[in-house]
């Protein structure tokens, strides 16, 4: 119950496109939802973030989109670029443990010029 | 302005060794968390410390890992007897405060390899 599920493992898309990373969860007492973005070496670094009272968040060409009933959301790249290429991680917490993210397996995308 | 550092970035130990992970968080930072992450996986949370406090180690393995965040110098991750399961990328975070109010920081991590 405390995990979080995230496909695809991998995606490729063309520059241009819109990149779509799907994640799913089973525990209702989530209430944080951030996005990680990280590059081959580095870090994650927090992109964008959602709490179950919004259904969508932009920032950008970032979109977080959020399905409360479905427990289920999604990050929207929109316009990819190469420099867009990088393995994307989601996670969520619980505010009980505000600190504590519970992170999906992350998924590899590739933007093809 | 630095960000958080980790070192070595690289780590080759034989089994049986001991293995010392530093993180120095980000200025005026007092909060540092520990991750694992192995091949193919997300992150996983092992420990949280303040200044010379453990707050909460309920991801850690109960033998042959410690941390310690002492008053003055880096936090360290200590991995004793290392076994090959060991290995994997161990990343630190500092923050302000924490609360997940507060973001976050990630040092490169740190790959650690056993042979």
């Known amino acids: 119950q405390q995990q979080v599920k995230q496909s695809p493992q991998s995606l490729i898309v063309q520059k241009g496109g819109i990149s779509i990373i799907n994640c799913a969860y089973e525990?209702?007492?989530?209430?944080?939802f951030p996005w990680y973005q990280q590059f081959p070496g580095k870090g994650p670094a927090l992109l964008i973030a959602i709490r179950p009272d919004v259904s969508e968040k932009k920032e950008g060409r970032f979109t977080i989109s959020f399905n409360k009933s479905a427990k289920q959301f999604s990050l929207h790249i929109m316009d990819s670029q190469p420099g867009d290429s990088a393995t994307y991680f989601c996670a969520a917490s619980i505010s009980t443990s505000n600190y504590q993210l519970i992170w999906g397996a992350g998924t590899k995308l590739i933007i093809k010029p | 302005n630095a960000g958080v550092m980790q070192n070595p970035r690289h780590l080759v130990r034989r089994r049986g060794q001991e293995a010392r992970l530093r993180c120095s968080p980000m200025k005026g930072h007092s909060h540092v968390y520990w991750y694992r992450q192995l091949p193919e996986e997300g992150l996983k949370f092992m420990v949280y410390?303040?200044?010379?406090?453990?707050?909460?180690e309920s991801g850690m393995p109960k033998e042959r890992f410690s941390a310690e965040f002492p008053k003055e110098g880096p936090s360290i991750l200590r991995i004793q007897q290392v076994v090959r399961g060991d290995s994997a990328a161990y990343f630190c975070?500092?923050?302000?405060?924490?609360?997940?109010?507060?973001?976050?920081?990630f040092g490169p991590g740190t790959r650690l390899t056993v042979t």
């Open positions: 410390l303040q200044k010379e406090n453990i707050i909460d």
């Open positions: 525990n209702t007492a989530f209430d944080y």
């Open positions: 975070a500092s923050s302000l405060r924490g609360s997940r109010d507060y973001e976050q920081y």
